[in-house]
């Protein structure tokens, strides 16, 4: 008899690579911006300081929960800038937000609960919540209202299973930044639910036009309630550093710390010394890497803006633009694959984040640089101009 995989293999959804996964079968010039990887490179400074600690012989084991000195720096930064009152022990580095969010999954869903999603939804978080035996429903955001959080939209979904609602702020794909009083819509539903927010927050340093991220742990009620993730990955372009932050109350710390445990000790020792320097460097090298971001944006929003049949919403924060390519008459999944093969350009089908994203596309302006982003929207520009 051939081995049997556990029933959390081969009874929950494959991992979905989406446009990502066509591209790397195929050859050619192609411009990929379906990948949400920075195109910056990590900063010196924070290479220096990682380079430096391999050299001091920062190379054994450390705190389980993360080198002190780190924590203290982030319980520095999430009092500062995110209102979020917590101590260097109600914070555990993590091994990106993608380990985060699995030991979250993992420390609060039981097999029969269900974790709420909101469309259109980051695909990821539905594997794991299956592995901890969940299941995932799905409450859509107000699409007519620029994909805001409306909470009369939201609460016919949640039933007395529902343990949990997965947040990303800001949006991961429509790049929206939800306002307090969204916030407080949400907050409202979880205390009246006896919910646990899941606080998906990689892009929050990553904000235009004077839009202001706000931590839903920091409203009133919310500290004990909500496990906020955050992460280097986008704002310092360490994405394959792997490095990121559960920040919660000490009740929910501990379920937490289990699963990192268990799973992998603890993060690289080294590496989190670049981290230190992430938080304590020169703020101005962030700030220059947002403008750029910003200068990548505008340009990107204007010219899908110029594109027949095509409609882009301003972007509020992260690295993607969200285009409404209905007027073209050609579903999502049909338009993505169509400029895959006729220009080369590769952009993620709206419906890889579920139904409620139909009718868009996905388009990572952050993740090449200016005169590549160019070179695609002309090829863009031309594909749409013949349809």
């Not at 051939?2 to 959804?13: C, D, L, M, Q, V």
């Not at 979250?104 to 269900?114: R, V």
Request: proline share 5%; glycine share 8%; hydrophobic share 40%.
């Amino acid at each position: 008899m051939p081995i049997r995989p556990a029933r959390r293999i081969t009874e929950t959804s494959p991992k979905d690579f989406g446009m990502f996964a066509k591209a790397s079968r195929m050859s050619g010039d192609l411009i990929h911006l379906e990948l949400g990887m920075p195109a910056e490179d990590t900063p010196q400074h924070i290479k220096d300081a990682t380079i430096a600690a391999l050299q001091d012989g920062a190379v054994h084991y450390s705190d389980l929960q993360g080198l002190p000195d780190l924590r203290r720096a982030i319980a520095d930064k999430l009092r500062r800038q995110n209102n979020i009152d917590v101590t260097p022990d109600e914070i555990i580095v993590t091994n990106g937000l993608t380990q985060a969010s699995f030991a979250a999954f993992m420390a609060f869903l039981d097999e029969g609960d269900e974790c709420l999603l909101l469309a259109p939804y980051y695909p990821q978080h539905i594997g794991k919540a299956e592995l901890a035996g969940a299941r995932v429903t799905i409450a859509p955001l107000d699409a007519a209202n620029g994909f805001s959080i409306n909470s009369a939209l939201i609460e016919p979904h949640i039933t007395p299973a529902t343990r949990a609602i997965a947040l990303i702020n800001p949006c991961n794909p429509t790049g929206r930044v939800y306002s307090r009083g969204e916030l407080q819509q949400l907050a409202d539903l979880a205390q009246k639910h006896d919910l646990l927010v899941l606080s998906d927050e990689v892009y929050e340093e990553i904000t235009y036009d004077g839009a202001q991220h706000i931590s839903i742990a920091s409203l009133p009620g919310m500290k004990e309630r909500t496990i906020t993730m955050c992460a280097f990955t986008k704002s310092h372009a360490m994405d394959g550093w792997r490095l990121g932050y559960i920040a919660a109350d000490a009740a929910l710390i501990g379920p937490c710390m289990k699963i990192t445990t268990n799973e992998v000790t603890h993060v690289n020792t080294f590496v989190q010394h670049g981290a230190l320097a992430a938080l304590t460097g020169d703020p101005t090298v962030l700030r220059d890497m947002v403008a750029r971001d910003q200068a990548r944006r505008d340009m990107v929003v204007a010219r899908l803006n110029q594109m027949p049949g095509v409609s882009c919403a301003p972007v509020e924060g992260t690295i993607y633009a969200f285009p409404n390519i209905t007027a073209t008459g050609l579903s999502a999944q049909d338009c993505a694959d169509q400029l895959l093969a006729e220009t080369g350009v590769v952009v993620e089908a709206g419906s890889f984040y579920g139904p409620a994203g139909e009718g868009h596309l996905r388009v990572c302006f952050g993740c090449a640089e200016l005169d590549v982003l160019t070179e695609a929207m002309d090829r863009m520009q031309r594909f749409f101009n013949a349809l």
